[in-house]
């Protein structure tokens, strides 16, 4: 953000609330070799975030609670009159993340309110601002923990067994933070409450840049999976063997890196092997074992399979010419996300028909969109870039998308 202003004091509700508060969470959680954010869960930097959410729900007069998972939630009207309107994302980070991902939604959900007020718009359904945990799943390995946990398709006792890097579990990071892991669990009675979800997020590509379009509609989340590909070939010496008598599967890894990329570029697809790890990892040995995970997305689950299952048979047929077997394991897989369609298409018409653009990230709004319509409005991302410091957005885009959210959740609490 660029807001020069000075920190002057405003009451909730001012035309300048956005930029007051982004200049409030802006160095929460930064480092201040990286720039980057370290926002994870459960940890010092997250309760601050956290106090400082439930500090805004408090000081606009909104009814505060923290749910079973320990997604907050702000109230404006009674949400047991059900039927209710929620906005918001995420205030974790990913490790050195950027400062939109996730708080622009926060922070625009509350300026949106705030807009809505000042326009003596009174809703006639209760709105609801969320700020669901641990979303990026930085510290526990898995993403959208609280939705998941809240939406009923993460195992509770699995969720409290989750270790970070340090071994210790998410169920005593989390009594260390002051809350009851043994309340984690589904909470269909909430989501059955919950009549729309909007879920306003940086773009994270550059579908909108170039375009006369500061906000964009999601239309699906694709689907995307991970795979882990065991090359086994045979440690031996590097500077005696012949390279005829060799078995090293880094060649083979090396062959499937490039047909990952040759078979996604075919598919209009994605592929990256992004982490691998390499037995007995010495600098003079031939490896024994590469192990690749690769990541891949695609607009549908076919070609997805598909992509996949091309990688795999290259990588078996390099391999027998290496003498290397490839063992491939899925290890997660998460189905298509189709946005509501009447949602969606609403909330396009609202902005003039505004692009509506498919993303490979997941979201929170992806995982309650089983259990409630959901729709995503996306911000402009001049660059693209995103999981890094340097993600960015304009200040007057940031500003379009809370009117955009305001103009939406206006809509839907009209009571038409
Ligand atoms: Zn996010």
Redesign the pocket.
Known sequence: MTAVQQDRKLPAGEPDGFHRMWRELAPVGRDSGSGGYRRYAWTGADADCRAWFREQAEARGLAYEVDRNGNQWAWLGDPAAGDAVVTG??LDSVPDGGAF??PLGVVSALAAVDELRARGHAPQRPLGIVNFGD??GARFGLACVGSRLTAGVLDPARARELRDGDGVTLALAMERAGYDPDALGPDPERLARIGAFVEL?IEQGRALAGTPHPVGVASAIWPHGRWRFDFHGEANHAGTTRLADRRDPMLTYAASVLTAREQAELAGALATFAKISVEPNGVNAIPSLVRGWLDSRAADEDTLAALVSAVEKAAVARGHADGVEVAVTRESFTPVVDFDHGLRDRLARGLGGAPVLPTGAG?DAGILSGAVPTAMLYVRNPTGVSHSPAESAEEDDCVAGVHALADALEGLTCGS
């Open positions: 994302s995420h991902d996730g979303e990026e997020h979201h």
